[in-house]
């Protein structure tokens, strides 16, 4: 049972390079969510899907694209990488009949994306 | 936009001594999560509070959350090493889709 899955987990990109970061949950969730992590922070949200087909903008989404073309899958793009978006990015999945007294957010490993 | 103001920033202790972290907002909450976090991982929720007033142990951790519901306090007791990592703060409001919004986070180290 993998869980939430990032790919890649590492990645240097320059400046107005363009990539995909890929999330996978297998625990059939409806819910899944894009955060970034920077040092004294915390983690904000980026986008998030409550199911397939659906997105919607979260609190820091410039910059960001994201599609949910399947309900395993949660893609998050950037098509012009600058180093203001140099950081740690998780994903996250939370089963939707579980929203309220018993919200649990399952998150990936992280993908540390560094932008020169 | 909701904030939640977490403290301290930095914990650096030794083995054996308590601790307590804060977790404040202007706001109510609808429930308030505490994660923790390990180098290279991502965060694990620990607990969930509800109900205002709610006190909640995990072994040597205790969970409370303010009768308002505005804020929340993780105390440890009688800290170990193995409790060293980030512990995380999170809230949420109404129905908001499972959105989190977290505190800046604490940084503890447990000296042996």
């Known amino acids: 049972n993998a869980g939430v899955t990032q790919t890649p987990k590492f990645r240097v990109l320059k400046t107005g390079q363009s990539m995909t970061l890929l999330c996978a949950q297998d625990?059939?969730?409806?819910?899944m969510y894009w955060y970034r992590q920077d040092p004294g922070m915390g983690l904000r949200l980026i986008h998030y899907?409550?199911?397939?087909?659906?997105?919607a903008k979260g609190e820091v989404p410039d910059g960001y694209n994201v599609s949910r073309l399947k309900k395993q899958n949660f893609l998050l793009g950037l098509e012009s990488a600058a180093p203001s978006q140099t950081s740690v990015y998780f994903c996250?999945?939370?089963?939707?009949?579980?929203?309220?007294?018993?919200?649990?957010?399952?998150f990936g490993q992280g993908t540390r994306l560094t932008v020169v | 936009t909701q904030l939640l103001e977490q403290s301290p920033q930095f914990l650096s202790i030794q083995e054996g001594e308590n601790l307590t972290v804060y977790c404040n907002s202007s706001?109510?909450?609808?429930?308030l999560q505490w994660y923790r976090q390990e180098p290279g991982e991502g965060p694990v929720l620990l607990v969930t509070?509800?109900?205002?007033?709610e006190v909640k142990k995990l072994k040597r951790l205790t969970f409370q959350f303010g009768d308002a519901r505005k804020d929340s306090s993780l105390h440890i007791t009688a800290a170990q090493p193995g409790d060293t990592g980030l512990y995380l703060c999170?809230?949420?409001?109404?129905?908001?889709?499972?959105?989190?919004?977290f505190g800046q986070g604490t940084i503890l180290t447990v000296h042996p």
């Open positions: 899907s409550v199911g397939e087909g659906t997105t």
């Open positions: 706001s109510v909450f609808s429930s």
């Open positions: 509070v509800v109900t205002g007033g």
């Open positions: 625990m059939n969730h409806e819910y």
């Open positions: 996250a999945s939370i089963l939707r009949r579980d929203i309220g007294r018993n919200t649990e957010a399952f």
């Open positions: 999170a809230g949420v409001w109404g129905t908001s889709y499972g959105k989190l919004t």
